[in-house]
């Protein structure tokens, strides 16, 4: 892709993302539940371009992860209001990452490096979750299997760039990365500090997340 059209998707992409920041701050619910579609729509239809132009299988399964993700943001907007909504959020992220996972291991033998990078994913998680005694309410299962899932996507994409250096690995493993932090700040935010800052940084390292895993696809081409 040239570099002029790159900016320029990027540019555009960091200014709806500071303009949805600035509805939640003031605590618009729709106009931000529309924007948040818009933007996690926006990360979806780059990978499923690039995916088109890639012409593979293995990339149509990826791109369809991000695509997932879009009726899971709108229901994630419910995090707080209905929990049947909320349920069906954690859900689509779900089958997000098992699509991811499918799509990364068409192409990536298993190594041991995931291994190490899931399980402190997890040591973090949990260490987090028992110092700032985070309450989880009825979906406390759900989430549960969700982290697992979450967890080893997140290291199975960092873990890319320690065995194929490349520009596209590179994109794999920092989305990933950012996806892992974003969740850990959406915990901080829903059950232990209800602070903006918190939401701020979730939104802000989700969505930053989401467009690297869509780059992984489009730096291929």
Known sequence: MPF?????IVTLYIALLVYYCVLEKKEK??????LKVILSAFAAGCAVFAAVIL????FYIFALGLVFAVPADYFLQYIKTDLRRYRFGI???GVMHVCLLVSFYLV????FYEIVIWVSFLVILLICQITGKWKMGKEKLQLSVYTVLVTFMAAK???LYF????AFTFMASLGGLLFFLSDLFLGIWAYQREKFVFLALNRIIYFAGQMCLAFYLITMN
């Open 29 to 34: 619910f729709w106009p931000a539940t529309r």
């Open 157 to 159: 994409a960092v873990s």
């Open 4 to 8: 002029y059209i790159t900016i320029g």
């Open 163 to 166: 065995i194929a250096p490349s």
């Open 91 to 93: 859900f689509f992220f």
């Open 55 to 58: 012409q593979s299988y293995i």
């Open 108 to 111: 990536f033998p298993f190594t």
